[in-house]
């Protein structure tokens, strides 16, 4: 397979991300909007990740004003549904940058986080899992697609192309397939098998008395979301490509947050429209725009698909390995 010179690969990467953002608005009827990389403090708009994170922050020395880096867009999209005023079975996607400086660096993970932050409006008795596969399956679709594009451009041979379908599996399914195996080795069997999965059901604990991972209690209904997961032969590993779900409504929000000890969050203005149901119901997530760029072209690290900053140890290690970064 052709290797990519630096040049070509930041060619390689608008062409990816000005044909998938194409294919992924026309397949869920959505609207590309300016977004903010500024939010104001303590207004829990941003994303608190797993709860143990925590955003970066300033003051400005001439106004006074209080601002942090978003995390992630899961409320402020809601919020926007109903400031916008977007009618239902229509949605809007935002070019999101992030910086998560507390995370755990890898060959998948930096502290520079882009993704297509996506919500789309849906009526209140569309909140079920025959929805929540609908919406997953034409995102998928758009994947493949994409991917297809991708390869046929560069003339790549086709053996390690996506499978046409994603296989659905509950994570109490997974656990009960594989109950001797952690969590994350469970993506990776389950994966490794089908090559493109989606596990739905994360932020419960299981039957096994854990979760299969963290959620924050204020976004994804914990009983309608998952991640789309796919193979990664590059690293011989699973990858998500996607974090999604239906968005809590007022029941399945206090219950989550009565789990997390969070009930104070609902003295915030977003919380406690949520717990009124006064903002749309929805269905949103965020697909990884480097992670999504480092598969479709094989490359075995995200610092060769997008401009970070890397610990010294990092850097030489990518040196030595004949890793090109960014």
Not at 22 to 46: E, T, V, W, Y
Request: aromatic share 10%.
């Amino acid at each position: 397979m052709y290797k990519l010179s630096l040049f070509e690969t930041q060619k390689a990467i608008k062409y990816i991300k000005d044909n998938f953002q194409k294919l992924l608005s026309d397949a869920l009827n959505l609207q590309r909007i300016s977004g903010p990389i500024i939010l104001s403090q303590n207004k829990g708009m941003n994303d608190d990740l797993n709860g143990v994170e925590s955003p970066v922050r300033f003051e400005s020395n001439v106004n006074g004003l209080k601002g942090e880096v978003p995390q992630s867009l899961a409320k402020w999209k809601r919020y926007v549904l109903k400031k916008y005023d977007v009618p239902v079975h229509q949605g809007i996607y935002v070019d999101m940058n992030a910086i998560r400086k507390d995370e755990t660096l890898s060959y998948k993970h930096s502290i520079y986080v882009d993704q297509w932050d996506w919500e789309l409006r849906i009526n209140k008795n569309e909140r079920n899992l025959l929805v929540l596969k609908k919406v997953v399956s034409k995102i998928y679709e758009v994947i493949v697609e994409c991917q297809k594009l991708v390869y046929k451009k560069y003339n790549w041979p086709t053996n390690n192309l996506l499978p046409k379908d994603i296989v659905f599996i509950t994570s109490q399914e997974l656990l009960d397939k594989y109950p001797n195996n952690t969590a994350k080795e469970r993506e990776d069997l389950i994966t490794k098998e089908h090559k493109a999965v989606f596990i739905i059901g994360i932020g419960h604990n299981l039957s096994n008395g854990e979760q299969h991972d963290n959620r924050a209690p204020d976004y994804d209904d914990w009983n309608l979301n998952g991640d789309i997961i796919v193979w990664d032969y590059q690293n011989n590993a699973s990858l998500e490509l996607s974090s999604m779900g239906i968005r809590v409504d007022s029941l399945s929000l206090i219950k989550q947050l009565e789990i997390k000890n969070q009930i104070s969050k609902l003295s915030y203005d977003f919380h406690s429209d949520l717990s009124k149901d006064l903002l749309p119901f929805s269905i949103g997530g965020g697909i990884g725009q480097s992670r999504l760029c480092y598969f479709m072209l094989n490359k075995k690290h995200i610092s060769e698909v997008q401009v970070s900053i890397w610990p010294d140890d990092i850097l030489e290690e990518l040196k030595n390995k004949g890793i090109n970064f960014l």
